[in-house]
């Protein structure tokens, strides 16, 4: 047994050993008076989620191997998350929590710090490599009232994780280093800022820099907000449209469909070196219910682009979001059209900290924006029967500038079909069952080359065990 299933089996049996003592404090204890009772009177960060992942992607590798297909991958991983923290004493709560991810096998490129794993070329990505680390450690001070203050290594997830997210989807999730504080001094209003200088992506590489986010939000009512943000970046090497800084030349390191971890998603020379911006919006979204059973969904966003402390100049894009649609019970239907734009074919707005996996497909062939930006209609449909909870997309993928296509120039990306199950088995235990599937239309790039978006479908069955 080698030492990443040992430490999964060691946490899991650690877990099941704590749960009476997890009962016993189900009763809601008095404050504590002394650090030992903080603990006794914490709560779990503790959970384990196996996941199998077969990808069938139709894309071409990067030269030399230009003229063969990708082989099926196949990942079979579990991710055992062992944490605590304490109740409030004396203002203060401690946090810690470690990750484990473990590789059953090895039919996958698991992409760790953001390299090709030696000699899985030949696969498509499936970014969940075998870690062990620190994942949350940091304290709360809450000594000023309505504030809420944290320090240290912390996951962190704004609005719709659109543009700030852990990428929790993934089973090693992105993490900050740094302060935030929160604050709810003003009825129906939450301010977040904070500052950080590291961040832990889900390759498991640790990027230094300096990330500050203001984000503001006044609550309309109980479903529905208006929140205006900022978000400040200045971190080497994780722009997205271009070629890390001193790094080797597009083509051999694009794999099709892109990561979107710091590597352009087309073979074109490095536009940007430095991809700093700042990014500033406004968002408007929520439900209004109009009757007994029927509600109404809208959401209206806006936001710029532009450079920040020596980024390109090409950085120069903006966002929009404009959608909606009604609810009946427990289920809904409704459409929407994101653009994230181009400045000229060279620059695509970026979200490089964002939880990209649940937008523009579940298929991940646009983490990172083409230079020719985006524009994505899509219908979402969700609804439950007994237990069951359904979901499915259809998104249907356009560019903002024309691209080369073969023979032609061409703005049809393809389209998508996103579907999923959950069924909560227990309080605990929940399984789900996911599908994407995308359809290439005009092909960006040539037959041969990187950055070709070819037919992609994903099967996923994930359960997960949660204390």
């Given at each position: 047994m080698n030492r990443r299933l040992s430490i999964s089996v060691f946490s899991a049996l650690?877990?099941?050993?704590?749960?009476?003592?997890?009962?016993?404090?189900?009763?809601?204890?008095?404050?504590?008076?002394?650090?030992?009772?903080?603990?006794?009177?914490?709560?779990?960060?503790?959970?384990?989620?196996?996941?199998?992942?077969?990808?069938?992607?139709?894309?071409?590798?990067?030269?030399?191997?230009?003229?063969?297909?990708?082989?099926?991958?196949?990942?079979?991983?579990?991710?055992?998350?062992?944490?605590?923290?304490?109740?409030?004493?004396?203002?203060?709560?401690?946090?810690?929590?470690?990750?484990?991810?473990?590789?059953?096998?090895?039919?996958?490129?698991?992409?760790?710090?953001?390299?090709?794993?030696?000699?899985?070329?030949?696969?498509?990505?499936?970014?969940?490599?075998?870690?062990?680390?620190?994942?949350?450690?940091?304290?709360?001070?809450?000594?000023?009232?309505?504030?809420?203050?944290?320090?240290?290594?912390?996951?962190?997830?704004?609005?719709?994780?659109?543009?700030?997210g852990d990428i929790g989807f993934r089973q090693n999730m992105q993490v900050f280093d740094g302060i935030s504080v929160l604050n709810k001094s003003i009825p129906d209003v939450e301010i977040f800022a904070a500052?950080?200088?590291?961040?832990?992506?889900?390759?498991?590489?640790?990027?230094?820099?300096?990330?500050?986010?203001?984000?503001?939000?006044?609550?309309?009512?109980?479903?529905?907000?208006?929140?205006?943000?900022?978000?400040?970046?200045?971190?080497?090497?994780?722009?997205?449209?271009?070629?890390?800084?001193?790094?080797?030349?597009?083509?051999?390191?694009?794999?099709?469909?892109?990561n979107g971890l710091g590597a352009s998603q087309d073979s074109t020379p490095a536009a940007t070196t430095d991809a700093s911006s700042k990014t500033f919006g406004l968002r408007l979204d929520g439900a209004r219910k109009i009757s007994e059973d029927w509600k109404l969904h809208y959401t209206a966003e806006y936001a710029k682009q532009d450079d920040y402390r020596g980024g390109s100049s090409l950085i120069d894009a903006h966002y929009f979001k404009l959608g909606g649609g009604a609810g009946y019970g427990a289920w809904s239907l409704r459409i929407d059209h994101e653009k994230l734009s181009s400045n000229n074919g060279k620059y695509a707005f970026q979200t490089p900290l964002g939880t990209n996996h649940l937008f523009q497909g579940w298929a991940d062939v646009f983490l990172a924006t083409p230079r020719q930006g985006m524009e994505d209609t899509f219908i979402t449909f969700s609804g439950s029967i007994e237990k069951a909870k359904l979901y499915a997309e259809y998104h249907i993928f356009k560019s903002d500038e024309k691209y080369q296509s073969i023979g032609k120039l061409g703005d049809k990306y393809g389209t998508e079909l996103d579907v999923s199950v959950t069924y909560p088995f227990s309080k605990e235990l929940m399984g789900k069952v996911e599908y994407a599937k995308f359809n290439e239309s005009d092909v960006y790039g040539t037959l041969a080359g990187a950055a070709r978006k070819g037919d992609k479908e994903i099967f996923w069955v994930t359960g997960m065990y949660t204390f």
């Open positions: 650690l877990a099941m050993w704590a749960l009476p003592a997890l009962a016993d404090e189900a009763a809601k204890p008095a404050p504590p008076e002394t650090l030992l009772e903080a603990i006794k009177q914490g709560k779990p960060m503790t959970s384990f989620r196996l996941r199998y992942e077969n990808v069938d992607q139709e894309a071409f590798q990067p030269a030399p191997n230009t003229a063969k297909k990708l082989d099926t991958g196949e990942a079979f991983t579990l991710r055992s998350l062992i944490g605590w923290q304490t109740a409030p004493f004396n203002n203060f709560s401690f946090a810690a929590q470690i990750t484990d991810v473990h590789e059953f096998n090895d039919s996958f490129n698991d992409r760790r710090n953001n390299l090709s794993e030696p000699g899985k070329a030949n696969y498509p990505n499936i970014v969940d490599p075998g870690y062990t680390d620190i994942n949350q450690l940091y304290v709360d001070w809450t000594g000023i009232k309505n504030t809420k203050l944290r320090l240290g290594r912390q996951q962190l997830n704004l609005d719709n994780v659109r543009f700030i500052h950080f200088d590291k961040v832990r992506q889900i390759t498991t590489k640790l990027r230094d820099g300096n990330i500050d986010m203001v984000n503001a939000k006044y609550r309309i009512s109980p479903t529905e907000s208006l929140i205006g943000y900022g978000y400040f970046v200045d971190v080497a090497n994780l722009g997205q449209n271009g070629q890390p800084a001193g790094g080797p030349s597009a083509a051999s390191y694009v794999v099709s469909g892109g």
